[in-house]
């Protein structure tokens, strides 16, 4: 959610292998490697990058183009439907 690391963490840099953040890119503080995975968009939340990636990775479950899904796969894109799935709050 901070792609400007706190000076207590700046030594993980190096290590950082995926930014998903919510605000713009400060670039004087950028020196991660070239090959940093970055999502970084202007939303209210950076929850909404995360579940915009859960999203995407749920409908590569779903797409199984040479028949190699498997019971896991299938597992865990139930997890994730159960979990994603709306509160029913008249059921109380």
């Keep these: 959610d901070h792609h400007v690391l706190a000076l207590a963490d700046q030594h993980l840099t190096p290590h950082v292998t995926e930014i998903i953040d919510h605000r713009p890119i400060d670039k004087s503080q950028w020196g ?12 209210g939340s950076c929850a909404t990058l995360v579940a915009q990636r859960i999203k995407d990775l749920s409908a590569l479950f779903a797409k199984d ?13 139930l997890f994730l439907e159960a979990v994603l799935a709306p509160a029913d709050h008249d059921a109380e």
């Excluded at 991660?32 to 939303?43: F, G, K, M, P, S």
């Excluded at 183009?65 to 894109?77: C, L």
């Design 32 to 43: 991660y490697n070239e090959d940093t995975r970055t999502t970084i968009e202007r939303v």
């Design 65 to 77: 183009e040479v028949n190699k899904g498997t019971r896991h796969d299938e597992e865990m894109v």
